[in-house]
């Protein structure tokens, strides 16, 4: 049996303000994880266990690989879900609280150095990024079951996002201070990983409670197989386009996540505040310009101000090729312009997201938002797995010699140009390209009747179509 379009969602009105805050809560553990092992996970192998780059670039990449396959089945078996807490909100609780569990353990190290700690961080590392897939399909899903207004969802990924911008900046600024508090070395990544475990439970627990109020919405039936939500996923245009987008841009995005600490050490020979002082840099200024951008959407609509974010990230990150030369205030004034264009890029592909889920429901008359964010969150860990592999590759291919220290060995000119290119050149390339495929991002107006007039309206709404959107 069909299910009607935004049936048991909130279709028009606004959610209250504690399920915007509570909802977004949860970004504290998506934040949290999507940051840490892909900024302080490969110079942890390379720089503490000794591992070389190429196989430390293996066993960051694979794992997290791995959840392409888990995600689409956690969308699945969350479609299927009935309970009294709704289809998503018990994902919320159980994997969220076993994510974090699992976080602290890939940094335990109780094996020391050699094969068997090697071993245990990669088993460690695949069975987080499993929980995880449960908890982030979910919780992704959520916002298209919601709500079926536009502008409303629009509102809630702003929410969303500005707490992801804080959980970025509070890991990933945070952490590296923690490792260094601890003593650096394998007891200071321990308790880094008990500091990270606690922000996910937080995060979990908030979203959990948070939704507890909000409309669970209907949830209609799902694909039997992923080769079935592979064909749904493909006769929708608009959402196939965004994805491919997103994932090598967050390739990108990651690449330069994984180039942090070494950018830092290497480039700017600021081993103990540089991290720290990038990450406030790339994170403080999307706080703040968040507003900003959901004007700029007001005006532009969501696809074009998305190009937009994301040549200001790619011209960025392609001038700090010049860092070598250039003052440290100049260089952290270039981060920041990054930080900006990395929160458009976020907060609009998210927020197009539960667009092409509408699209689909109208197109079809099904609502599946377990197949398209299971689809979504497997590709976007794809691409963030993909950018430490990169990264780590550039570092094995140019000479970088790892160390058992807990610090950075002494590197050649060779190794240093691979630290710099892989964080500057190779990102730009891998975030620029991507947005040519948003041309075919059309979505008719039919896929969201009641939003039309909003202030958050899309030009890449059909015009064809009776009631066109007010730009």
Request: hydrophobic residues 50%.
């Amino acid at each position: 049996m069909k299910t009607p379009p935004g049936a048991g969602s909130s279709a028009t009105g606004s959610l209250p303000r504690s399920v915007h805050a509570g909802y977004a809560l949860g970004s504290l553990a998506t934040g949290a994880f999507g940051t840490v092992p892909g900024l302080l996970l490969l110079p942890y192998l390379t720089d503490t266990l000794g591992v070389a780059a190429g196989l430390a670039a293996l066993l960051v990449l694979l794992p997290k690989a791995w959840d392409v396959l888990v995600n689409p089945v956690a969308g699945r078996i969350s479609d299927r879900t009935r309970s009294r807490w709704g289809a998503r909100r018990p994902y919320l609780l159980v994997a969220g609280l076993a994510l974090a569990v699992l976080f602290a353990s890939i940094f335990a190290a109780p094996f020391g150095n050699g094969p068997a700690a090697v071993a245990y961080v990669a088993f460690a590392f695949l069975a987080t990024a499993t929980a995880f897939a449960f908890f982030q399909v979910p919780y992704v899903a959520m916002p298209a079951e919601l709500t079926g207004d536009y502008a409303e969802r629009t509102r809630l990924m702003t929410w969303r996002i500005a707490v992801l911008a804080l959980a970025i900046l509070v890991s990933g600024a945070v952490a590296p201070l923690v490792v260094s508090a601890g003593g650096d070395g394998v007891t200071g990544h321990r308790w880094m990983g008990l500091f990270v475990a606690a922000l996910i439970a937080l995060g979990a627990l908030g979203a959990f409670l948070g939704t507890r109020s909000a409309p669970t919405g209907t949830v209609g039936e799902s694909e039997p197989t992923l080769r079935a939500q592979l064909a749904v996923a493909g006769a929708n245009r608009p959402f196939r386009a965004l994805l491919i987008c997103f994932v090598v841009q967050s390739a990108g995005v990651a690449t330069i996540l994984a180039g942090v600490n070494y950018f830092a050490g290497q480039i700017l020979r600021d081993e103990e505040s540089g991290p720290t002082l990038l990450f406030v840099c790339f994170v403080g200024p999307a706080l703040l310009v968040m507003p900003i951008w959901t004007r700029i959407g007001a005006r532009l609509g969501k696809r074009t101000a998305l190009v937009v974010a994301s040549l200001i990230l790619a011209v960025g990150a392609f001038a700090l090729v010049a860092a070598p030369v250039l003052p440290a205030v100049a260089v952290y004034l270039v981060v920041a312009l990054l930080g900006v264009g990395y929160a458009g890029q976020q907060v609009f592909a998210l927020a197009m997201l539960p667009d092409c889920i509408a699209h689909e429901t109208a197109r079809t008359g099904r609502r599946q938002a377990g197949v398209f964010t299971g689809l979504w969150t497997a590709g976007e860990t794809f691409g963030l797995a993909l950018g430490p592999g990169i990264y780590g590759l550039v570092l094995q291919l140019s000479g970088y010699v790892s160390s058992e220290t807990g610090s950075a060995a002494a590197q050649s000119d060779t190794a240093r140009l691979g630290v710099l290119l892989g964080f500057t050149l190779i990102p730009a390339l891998l975030i620029a390209p991507p947005i040519l495929l948003l041309r075919q991002y059309t979505l008719t107006a039919h896929s969201d009747r009641v939003d039309h007039g909003v202030v958050l309206g899309d030009e890449s709404v059909d015009r064809h179509e009776k009631g066109t959107v007010t730009p």
